[in-house]
């Protein structure tokens, strides 16, 4: 018989709920030493890092970041003047629910014996989630949606012994014919 073992910490209180603070996306050079350089800026002003995805763009010679990030709200425009300013930053703009489209993923390992499994399916089902793996003493769901959507599949799943997650952070794009 299999065992399981959990290899998260359990979460960390924090301030502000998930989700709350400001999202910036950063387009970009793609050459080494460029998110070191925008890390700086955030670290100089006091502004925390809470998510960051970075990809390859349409083209090659460029990357877009997405950062989630909370800090002093007063020196928001700073930073993005700073990071605007630097070398190998082509923009930098702050994105809201009301300009943007932004989603972010998360894969949720549960301890699940086949007497719970109706009931963890269903809960998959309510958050339109998807069942990537299951074995006879595990599974795992895949859900997408804003950070409201994924803190609330985690507290439904918190019924189960939660072996391991793993989320992305967020991913934004500009509504209309604005740029991202």
Known sequence: MSTITTTDSPPAETKLPRGSGHTLSVLVNNEPGVLMRICQVFSRRAFNIDSLVVSEGRSRCF???????????????????????????????EHTSDDAVTKEMILLKIKC????????????????????????????????????????????????????????????????????
């Open 113 to 180: 014996s086949p007497e719970q499994r109706s009931e963890a399916l269903q809960i998959c089902e309510h958050f339109s989630g998807k069942t990537v793996d299951l074995t006879p003493i595990s599974m795992i769901a895949m859900f997408t949606g804003d950070s409201i959507k994924i803190d609330a599949a985690l507290t439904m799943f918190s019924q189960f012994e939660i072996i391991e997650t793993v989320r992305t952070g967020k991913v934004v794009m500009a509504r209309g014919e604005q740029p991202t």
């Open 63 to 93: 990357s877009r970041m997405t950062i989630g990030i909370t800090g002093d709200p007063a020196g928001l425009d700073q930073i993005i003047k700073q990071v605007s300013k630097l070398i190998d930053v082509i923009h930098c703009f």
